[in-house]
């Protein structure tokens, strides 16, 4: 009978360290955001998520939709008004892996940007120089795609002008 009522002791103190460690494992983003360099055109998403358990690794995936707008500069830092400008839109994405550590938090970044989608058979007439006016990404979704879980702040078009001429630049 004290074998017994031992054995079921520790069984039930099994059952709930068991059940803890399930409730302490519960992801969820708790902040994320996204950002576009006026310099490079790169989209950078930042995110924290909680809840993974320690040292997990989980992995990410960011994708988005990428428009460049590039033009022809002539040496006076001009765009002339010609036809000498080219819209190129083309998925990106990006994937990474990351440690929970022994917090079961990760707060990363994941990056995407310029080219793709590169300016293709456009080209700039002598004289002109072809640059990267501007970018802009929509359909920006961050997965975790360990959890089957997208972070619900990242919404909306993200762009920037990369280029300042003096007239004309035509941006998507």
């Given at each position: 009978?004290?074998?017994?009522?031992?054995?079921?002791?520790?069984?039930?103190?099994?059952?709930?360290?068991?059940?803890?460690?399930?409730?302490?494992?519960?992801?969820?983003?708790?902040?994320?955001?996204?950002?576009?360099?006026?310099?490079?055109?790169?989209?950078?998403?930042?995110?924290?998520?909680?809840?993974?358990?320690n040292n997990q690794n989980i992995d990410y995936t960011l994708s988005?939709?990428?428009?460049?707008?590039?033009?022809?500069?002539?040496?006076?830092?001009?765009?002339?008004?010609?036809?000498?400008?080219?819209?190129?839109?083309?998925?990106?994405?990006?994937?990474?892996?990351?440690?929970?550590?022994?917090?079961?938090?990760?707060?990363?970044?994941?990056?995407?940007?310029?080219?793709?989608?590169?300016?293709?058979?456009?080209?700039?007439?002598?004289?002109?120089?072809?640059?990267?006016?501007?970018?802009?990404?929509?359909?920006?979704?961050?997965?975790?795609?360990?959890?089957?879980?997208?972070?619900?702040?990242?919404?909306?078009?993200?762009?920037?002008?990369?280029?300042?001429?003096?007239?004309?630049?035509?941006?998507?």
């Amino acid at each position: 009978m004290k074998r017994f009522t031992m054995m079921t002791i520790c069984l039930f103190v099994l059952a709930c360290l068991a059940a803890t460690t399930a409730w302490a494992t519960s992801p969820h983003f708790v902040n994320d955001s996204a950002s576009v360099s006026g310099t490079t055109g790169f989209l950078t998403v930042s995110w924290k998520e909680a809840g993974l358990g320690n040292n997990q690794n989980i992995d990410y995936t960011l994708s988005a939709t990428e428009t460049a707008g590039y033009d022809c500069i002539n040496g006076g830092g001009n765009h002339p008004s010609a036809t000498n400008k080219a819209t190129v839109t083309g998925a990106v994405s990006a994937s990474g892996q990351f440690n929970s550590g022994n917090n079961g938090q990760i707060t990363e970044s994941l990056t995407v940007g310029n080219p793709p989608p590169g300016p293709g058979n456009f080209s700039c007439p002598s004289g002109q120089t072809l640059v990267l006016g501007c970018v802009s990404y929509t359909d920006v979704s961050l997965e975790d795609t360990t959890n089957s879980l997208f972070a619900p702040g990242i919404s909306g078009t993200f762009s920037a002008t990369l280029i300042s001429v003096k007239k004309g630049a035509t941006c998507p």
